[in-house]
């Protein structure tokens, strides 16, 4: 057999030697050894510190992904950053933090502050979120840039509860504000018949362009302008029509794009969110329904506990589908994301109630309660019902069974 | 007389065409570069100490020994000649008189880079500049020093004009190469920085157009020659656009061996203060740059004579410093208003933020209200408190250095021109029919009849 022939007999064999291989362990050990060794490259863990907890990463995880690993206050807030959305991230600034040691190799600081969701970690980097005075003092400054030409609608905003802005600046704000000046307006929008755009109210996170990037074809929906005047507009006002558009609503950090199928209908708190799901043939189908009573408000996508959806839904299932009788429902959603709408709804965090028997019992293990039926002559099929005299009393059982 | 280097030939008759430049010693760098490796010719830029034009003055050799050279993916160089800082027009005129020296300094580049498309990035109000160019081109083109094969080495070359659309954030890189692409020019977030990832997601070095333009003196003189002018770091020589309350407003090519009063009040440069009035402050590179007061500008705080170098200017940091940026030098006399100037520039700053990212978009639109407000007799003496604490908070949070430019202007004048805020805020109808004068540095307190 020339090589030439060898050759392709080792192609069409291949899967079959490679299986071989992994049988005969001890024949192809420097062949396993190399594949090892590639497996713990490809897996490389970075040690990371941020606010003095140690935690081990994959290499390019973000130092945003990282915190939100350890959860709890040292995440940092994230106004324009959506995992699910690629090249989102780095514009809202609320996420800067203070990196201490770049990495073991170059210890040195950043100068900078720099976004935590665009910059990956390094192996050894320690990490300043909520210790460090600079990432507070220039988040609060965020927060009051994001302010001041905000309306603070909230009363009237149907994003009011699950908003993003409202969270950030009850936790970075001040009450006050310093701004004098009459605040930057602009004219709602009807964008198609299901979405409204309130440019008044938008912070410029860029979601809704990468959603519609990302998710549909042949966009016409992006930002017109610059600095101050720049907004989201579609093209010479035309209407946004692609199945899946309505997606721009979840994705909104705020209420400047809100749904026209719920707008001014219900408050968000007092809608009670359920886990549904129906055969659809364009999306997953997986939804959360927001009722009151039997009545469907509206249907969101499934949320996570940063608030990004699970899978994006089609606009069928969330604008058509309003009856409960559209929908399986599976039970009820749990709001993990600590807002003003986790409050009052099904918390994880709720304990499970309390047991009290075993306290009461002081470690005695009573056979009464727990082996009754055993006992009682009334499991047993062999003796007929009439013949039982009556319930078991105490005088069945033996008073010297020290078990009891 | 100051060496000159860039525009020593501008005089010269017909230099804006081949001929006349060909003659005068033009395309000789190329011929050079040409037979030398280009990795030498990188080491060569190395060996000079030149420091980018554009404003960072970051190390030119340092930033091309940078560029990633992965293999099958083509390298681009891109040349920077979006100039649209308030007070800086020196690239026009290079452009403008000497189209082929940055067309040689392209060619050289290119050829160190391995960069087989070069991209020129022109502002788009220098319209007349592009014609000029393409014309530049098109007799580089015929006469092979462009195009496939040039001068028999097998490199190939094209070099093509793109114009920008009015916007003074595609001046900062990697907008430009944004804008280049065809999209909207907002900065793109670093990491990745252009030399691993730039145009069309390639390695970019890109360059200021007098940088671009200096690699030819380095060339045709050798690194070392070139790095023995200036003092320390800051090498070669560096053209000043001179403008505001001076006699003679223009281009001027200076050694960095040259004092900040020199360059001032002689004859040879800017001539000194019209009709006699005094130096009341001076922006020495460049709208985005601090500005300084008449004493801190001649002298340092340390008491040495300021010279026009980039360590010199920066000396005292931005308490008592300010940089060399791109070299547009504004000089305001005593009958300049700081507030009234830093008004503007604030309001220049609002209109060219792009609107990316927050503290900028925000931030630069609230100290131009403020500032209106100080201005035109509405102001409080918080608000001067105010405006510091902004500028604070935009500076050094923004994705690009914009920020830092809108935040810096802001910062200086209220460092160092505090009382004549105060005068405005407290005298609001006295500061509108008449100007502060010279501040407490450079007169004595009693002209001011606050």
């Known amino acids: 057999m020339d090589w030439h022939i060898m050759r392709i007999h080792c192609k069409q064999y291949q899967h079959k030697i490679i299986a071989q291989a992994a049988k005969t362990p001890k024949i192809f050990a420097p062949l396993r050894l190399c594949e090892e060794i590639n497996m713990a490259d490809e897996k490389k863990l970075f040690k990371v510190t941020i606010d003095n907890i140690n935690i081990e990463v994959e290499a390019g995880t973000s130092i945003l992904q990282a915190a939100r690993s350890i959860g709890g206050d040292v995440v940092p807030p994230a106004m324009c950053y959506y995992s699910k959305l690629q090249g989102s991230g780095g514009k809202c600034r609320t996420c800067l933090v203070e990196v201490a040691a770049g990495s073991t190799a170059d210890p040195r600081p950043m100068p900078k502050l720099v976004a935590s969701c665009r910059t990956n970690v390094m192996d050894g980097m320690v990490v300043k979120s909520i210790t460090s005075e600079r990432v507070i003092d220039a988040r609060n400054g965020v927060v009051?840039?994001?302010l001041i030409n905000h309306p603070l609608d909230c009363p009237i905003c149907d994003q009011a509860g699950e908003c993003h802005l409202q969270d950030l600046s009850y936790e970075h704000g001040k009450e006050g504000t310093r701004y004098e000046f009459k605040r930057r307006t602009f004219e709602k929008h009807d964008l198609g018949p299901y979405i409204q755009l309130h440019m008044t109210r938008c912070i410029l996170c860029y979601r809704c362009v990468f959603v519609a990037d990302q998710l549909t074809e042949k966009r016409v929906h992006g930002i017109l302008d610059r600095g101050e005047h720049s907004e989201i507009a579609t093209y010479i006002e035309k209407a946004l029509h692609h199945d899946f558009i309505g997606n721009v609503i979840d994705v909104c950090p705020v209420g400047a794009l809100t749904d026209r199928t719920f707008r001014f209908k219900n408050r968000v708190w007092f809608l009670k969110p359920m886990e549904a799901h129906r055969d659809c043939s364009k999306c997953c189908g997986k939804v959360t329904l927001w009722n009151r009573g039997d009545e469907v408000y509206r249907v969101t996508a499934r949320k996570n506990q940063w608030d990004e959806v699970e899978d994006w839904i089609c606009n069928d299932c969330r604008f058509d589908k309003k009856r409960t009788g559209d929908w399986i429902i599976d039970g009820p959603t749990i709001v993990n994301r600590h807002s003003v709408i986790s409050a009052g709804h099904y918390?994880?965090?709720?304990?499970?109630?309390?047991?009290?028997?075993?306290?009461?019992?002081?470690?005695?293990?009573?056979?009464?309660?727990?082996?009754?039926?055993?006992?009682?002559?009334?499991n047993q099929p062999e003796i007929h019902l009439s013949k039982i005299e009556g319930p078991a009393t105490s005088d069945v059982f033996d008073e010297t069974d020290k078990s009891i | 007389m100051s060496r000159k280097l860039l525009i020593d030939k501008v005089n010269i008759e017909g230099i804006r065409n081949y001929d006349a430049y060909r003659k005068n010693g033009g395309y000789a760098s190329v011929e050079k570069a040409f037979k030398m490796a280009p990795n030498d010719v990188v080491e060569e830029v190395k060996k000079s100490g030149l420091r980018g034009r554009g404003g960072a003055g970051f190390p030119t050799g340092m930033k091309w020994s940078f560029l990633a050279k992965p293999e099958g993916v083509p390298r681009y160089l891109v040349c920077n000649a979006d100039e649209s800082e308030p007070g800086t027009f020196k690239d026009r005129y290079l452009m403008e008189f000497l189209p082929h020296l940055l067309i040689e300094g392209l060619i050289v580049s290119s050829y160190a880079l391995g960069s087989g498309r070069t991209y020129i990035y022109i502002r788009g109000e220098y319209a007349w500049i592009v014609d000029i160019l393409d014309q530049a081109i098109a007799e580089a083109k015929s006469n092979n020093w462009l195009g496939k094969n040039i001068l028999g080495t097998g490199f190939d070359c094209e070099i093509y004009v793109q114009r920008g659309a009015g916007a003074y954030i595609c001046g900062e890189e990697t907008a430009l190469l944004e804008s280049l692409e065809g999209k909207r020019g907002n900065p793109r977030i670093k990491p990745p920085f252009p030399a691993v990832k730039g145009l069309w997601d390639c390695p970019t070095v890109v360059n200021n157009v007098e940088t671009l333009a200096a690699i030819v003196p380095i060339i045709n003189m050798g690194g070392e020659e070139y790095a023995k002018i200036g003092i320390g770091k800051s090498t070669g020589t560096k053209l000043l656009s001179a403008c505001g309350n001076i006699n003679k407003p223009g281009v001027y090519e200076i050694d960095m061996t040259i004092s900040v009063e020199e360059f001032i009040y002689s004859d040879e440069y800017c001539g000194g203060i019209p009709n006699g009035k005094?130096?009341?402050?001076?922006?020495?590179?460049?709208?985005?740059?601090?500005?300084?007061?008449?004493?801190?500008?001649?002298?340092?705080?340390?008491?040495?004579?300021?010279?026009?170098?980039?360590?010199?200017?920066?000396?005292?940091?931005?308490?008592t410093g300010s940089m060399m940026g791109s070299g547009g030098f504004i000089v305001l006399d005593e009958d300049q208003c700081v507030v009234r100037h830093t008004l503007t520039l604030a309001r220049f700053y609002r209109h060219e933020s792009c609107g990316q990212c927050s503290p900028c978009r925000e931030g630069t639109g609230w100290m131009e209200k403020i500032l209106k407000n100080i201005e035109y007799g509405n102001g409080k003496l918080t608000d001067i408190d105010l405006l510091w604490d902004i500028q604070r908070r935009i500076e050094g949070n923004t994705?690009?250095?914009?920020?830092?430019?809108?935040?810096?202007?802001?910062?200086?004048?209220?460092?160092?021109f505090r009382d004549e805020f105060e005068w405005h805020v407290l005298n609001p109808d006295e500061s509108q029919r008449r100007n502060y004068g010279l501040a407490h540095y450079a007169d004595p307190l009693q002209t001011v009849s606050a």
Do not use: Q
Request: charged share 20%; proline share 8%; with cysteine.
């Open chain 2, 278 to 319: 005094k130096l009341k402050a001076c922006i020495p590179g460049g709208s985005s740059v601090p500005i300084l007061p008449a004493n801190l500008l001649l002298r340092t705080a340390k008491g040495e004579t300021r010279m026009m170098t980039y360590e010199s200017l920066a000396d005292g940091g931005f308490a």
């Open chain 1, 347 to 378: 918390n994880s965090s709720t304990k499970a109630p309390k047991e009290f028997l075993p306290e009461v019992m002081g470690g005695r293990n009573p056979r009464l309660l727990m082996d009754i039926h055993t006992v009682s002559e009334v």
């Open chain 2, 399 to 416: 994705i690009c250095p914009l920020g830092d430019a809108a935040a810096w202007p802001v910062a200086a004048a209220i460092r160092h």
């Open chain 1, 144 to 146: 009051e840039f994001l």
